[in-house]
C-alpha cells in the first residue's frame, strides 16, 4: 500500500475532520483540483464570452471524449455525448423507440430510480410493457436475464454493470449485450457505479450498447457532467432533440424518400440535448489530468479501494457486531463487489437505526430500505478506518 492518497482531498478532508465518509459510492469527496477548474470556468468565461462555446467544443469536449474513450477502451472518442444527467440520456435513448404501440422493456429489479421511476410512469400509462428480473439469487442473473431477452425479443433491454443496491458485479456485460439477436433491440448499460471504479473494457460492444455514467461518484467531479457512449454507426434519431445534436458534420435524412428531415449529428452528438453549464465538465477534466499526472489508473484505484474493503473487514470482525458482520453481506465474494459494502439487515427500521447510531458517532453511511451501505475511496486509509464506536451501537 504505501501511498496515501489523502493530500489530493485536503479541502474536502480539512472541512470534514473527526468524521469517517463512507458515502463516497454516493457522493465522492472532490480532490482539490476541482476548486480551482471552478475558477478556471470563471477565468475562461470571462475571456471568451461569447466565444466560450467554440473554444469548449474544439478544446475540451475532445479532451475529455478522447480520455473517457480510452478508460472505457471505445475506440470511439466521438462517440461520447454529455448531459448534465443520464435521466436526459436516457429518455432521449427511449425517445428513438416508437410509440404508436406498447414496446416491452427488460431490465431489472435493481436500476437505479431514474431509470425504476421513469419505466414505471411509463407502464403505468401503458405505454410500455416491463419485464424485470429480479437479480438474486446473483449466481444466476446473467442466464435468467439472458433467457428473459431471448423470450421476450424486448425493444429495450436496460442493466446495470455494477448494482447500486448491493455492489454485485456483472462481470459478463458482454455475453448478455452479445446475446440479443434482435438488431432493433436497444441495450443500454448503466455503468455509473462501475466508471472509475472497475476496469471496464467496452471494445467488444461499443458497436452494439449504450453505455450511461457520470461524475457524481467515481470519478470525483460532482454534479453535471454525465455522459453515453452511443454504439458506433449508431443513426437512430432521437424525438427528445436539442440543438445541440446539430453539431458537427449532419446526415441529410429524406423523410419518405422525398422530404427533407431533421439532420443529426452523425457521432455520438446526434444525442446531445440543448445548453448545459460546463463547469463540471471542468471540473472531470482536471481529475482525469490529474489522475495521469500522477499514474492513477483505474486499475490503481480498484486494487487501492478493494484493500480498503478488506482491512475494514478484518478490522470489523474483531467487534463481532450483530448487525454489521460479514454475515450480513450482500456480496461476499470481493471478486464480484464494488466500491461498496452492502450490509442487509432484517428490516427497514432497524437499518435506519443502525444508521442513525452510526452517524452519532460521526460514521457517515447510507441506506436503502434494508441495506446499509459503506463505501470506499481513496482518501481512506487504513487509519482513517476506526469503528471503536461499534461497542456502543447495538
Ligand atoms: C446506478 C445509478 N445510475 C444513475 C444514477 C444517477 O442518475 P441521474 O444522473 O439521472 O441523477 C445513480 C445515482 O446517482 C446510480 O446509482
Redesign the pocket.
Known sequence: MGMSYQKFYTGFLNANKNKQHYACH?HYFWPDCTRDAMLEYWDDSAKYVDEKWGYFFETLVPELQQRISDILNTHAPEQIVFAP???EL?YRIMSCIDVSTPYKVVSTDS??H?FHRQASRLQEQGAIELITVPTKPYSTFSSRFIAAIAENDPELVFF?HVF?NSGYVVDDVDAIVNSITNDNTLVVV?G??GFMAKPTDLANIAHRAFY?S?S??YAQAGEGA?FAHVPIGCNLRPMYTGWFAEFGELDKPRIDGKKEGVPYSLDGMRFAGATMDFTALYRLRAVLRMFEQNNISVETVNDYVMDMQRIFLDKLAAYDHPLLNARHLAVTDAQKRGHFLTFELDNADVTKKCALALKAHHILTDFRGNRLRFGFGLYHTPDYIDLAALSDIT
Do not use: Q
Request: proline share 0%.
Open positions: 454516493s444527467n443520464t435521466h436516457l436500476e437505479f431514474s446495470s447500486f448503466d455509473y457505479h450511461l457520470g457524481y461518484k454525465c
